[in-house]
């Protein structure tokens, strides 16, 4: 396992004689479960139903069960890096081989320039944003939208339909024209994390764009 920030678990079991051995790789300070399963319901089945959004490795950890924490991450720039860090691991994270290079070092040159051109679009002098603009800015920003959550009128999944008008109308087309001005599928380098099935929905192609 190359990374602490791991949110996937692999359970396997070794057999030895008669011994069973079960290992469990997986992050003690990942998001906690959803439970929804008796919110709002007067009849209450389960007798420790307020501790379900616990994870399992927390549970374990808790319980004194032998654990050896990884704490070196592989997986994403360290610009990316130092926020669960300083806010998620207390500070403890390393950062390994290959995660500081730069756009420009990247398989993808010139793909900087984009994001900042993306990002640019809100600013009073784009021009002046962009000469002084560095890889971390390119690499970490977040555009302030102002939306209303609609919800799905049988299973009350949501979605703020202005978070993807923003996507659409500002940040797709620029992603699209440089992925085939460099003849690359944008699919295999990009992805959009929606919290939400009916968010989904609403991103599918063909959708109102």
Not at 5 to 26: G, K, P
Not at 46 to 60: C, E, Q, V
Not at 91 to 110: A, H, I, Q
Not at 156 to 177: G, M, N, Q, T, W
């Amino acid at each position: 396992m190359s990374t602490a920030w791991s949110c996937s678990v692999t359970i396997s079991e070794l057999s030895a004689a008669q011994d069973l051995f079960t290992l469990l790789t997986q992050s003690i300070r990942q998001l906690p479960p959803t439970n929804t399963s008796a919110k709002g319901k007067k009849v209450q089945f389960n007798a420790f139903n307020n501790r379900l959004d616990i994870p399992l490795p927390s549970r374990l950890a808790r319980e004194g069960f032998p654990c050896v924490r990884l704490l070196e991450q592989r997986r994403m720039h360290n610009t990316l890096a130092d926020f669960p860090n300083r806010e998620v691991y207390e500070g403890k994270l390393r950062n390994g081989p290959g995660t500081g290079g730069t756009l420009d070092e990247s398989e993808l040159p010139g793909f900087g320039n984009v994001l900042l051109d993306i990002q640019a679009q809100d600013k009073s002098d784009p021009s002046h944003y962009k000469a002084n603009a560095t890889d971390d800015h390119a690499r970490l920003a977040w555009i302030e939208v102002t939306g209303k959550r609609i919800n799905h009128e049988s299973t009350k999944s949501l979605c703020v339909k202005e978070h993807i008008d923003v996507f659409f109308k500002r940040i797709f087309p620029h992603l699209l024209a440089y992925f085939k001005q460099v003849n690359k599928n944008m699919g295999e380098y990009s992805m959009i994390i929606c919290a939400y099935g009916h968010a989904v929905r609403h991103l599918s192609p063909g959708n109102d764009y």
